[in-house]
């Protein structure tokens, strides 16, 4: 497909297999739609998530049956206090022949699910950002490409906070989206106990190739933009800022730090993927609204004032929105 007019073709073909993909995730995964959405997104904007939830909401499952409805390579890592960088990278080993050969860890797959990220120090946390920045690793000296595409879905467990090493801001901002999993409804929580306690597995079959996964994620970088909705989505980063003229009085008060750049190229990558989404050409400012809180949700750091008077990172996305 070249130039517009296979553009517009790619773009309905888009839409077409995201709704394909959906409902093929649908049907393991109940409700969560949002969350669904999300990683969706980030995954066709080449950016990382980290899903933040109690335990028992899915996560786990959710990141499996994604990358099987992508028909994508998947690996799980668990995080532990004691784990190293080369538990996740790999390392060299002096084979028969006593050549140094080097044996891949588990970071090299296409999806890897980072389990309960923040309870392994920050060693090796670094190992894997630097993974996730430059999709490469670099081990005695020699650097490796990861497969592409590659994709981290990190948990988080935000109640038991003992033992954790919290992620610093700066590793914080490497993930495109904060997703928060909530609870499922009454009716979605009777649907998927009935769904779990019976000897049902749904077959999932993959919906898209590797190839057509990079294909996209191209087109979500060609597709124009508006300069309006270019402007508003700066404007909507600058505005978390303390300091900066023209900020909402709920940032002045509570907000010690604001989003950085990256929030801002993010929010319009993400509202590029929004926009192609549901089958349009060229994204608005309700598409940067769209993904404006599980971008900005990690990127703000709220002061004492803050979190003595109660005052959420939800509230005060909604005062800047």
Known sequence: MSGQNGDVQAVEHFGAKYRELKAEIGKVIVGQERV?????????????????????????????????????????????????????????????????????????????????????????QAALLEAMQ????????????????????????????????PLPEAQLDRFMFNIWVDYPSYQEELAVVKATTSDADPRLSPVLTAEEIQ??????????????????????????????????AIVTDHVSWGAGPRASQYLVIGAKCHALARGRFSPDIEDVQAVAKPILRHRLVRNYKAEAEGVTVERIIEGVL
């Open 215 to 248: 294909f996209f994620q191209g087109l979500v970088r060609r597709i124009p933009v508006a300069d309006n909705v270019l402007e508003y989505a700066v404007k909507l980063a600058t505005r978390t800022r303390p300091g900066q003229s023209g900020v909402p």
């Open 36 to 124: 669904v959405d999300d990683v969706l997104i980030a995954i066709f904007s080449r950016g990382h998530c980290l899903l933040v939830g109690v335990p028992g909401l899915a996560k786990t499952l959710l990141v499996n049956t994604v990358s099987r409805a992508l028909g994508l390579s998947f690996n799980r890592i668990q995080f532990t206090p004691d784990l190293m960088p080369s538990d996740i990278i790999g390392s060299e080993i002096l084979d028969q022949d006593r050549h140094f050969r080097f044996v891949k860890g588990p970071l090299f797959a296409n999806i890897i699910l980072a389990d309960e990220i923040n309870r392994t120090p920050p060693k090796t």
């Open 134 to 165: 430059e999709r490469s690793v670099t081990a005695a000296g020699h650097t490796y490409r990861l497969p592409e595409p590659f994709f981290v879905l990190a948990t988080q467990n935000p109640i038991e906070q003992e033992g954790t090493y």
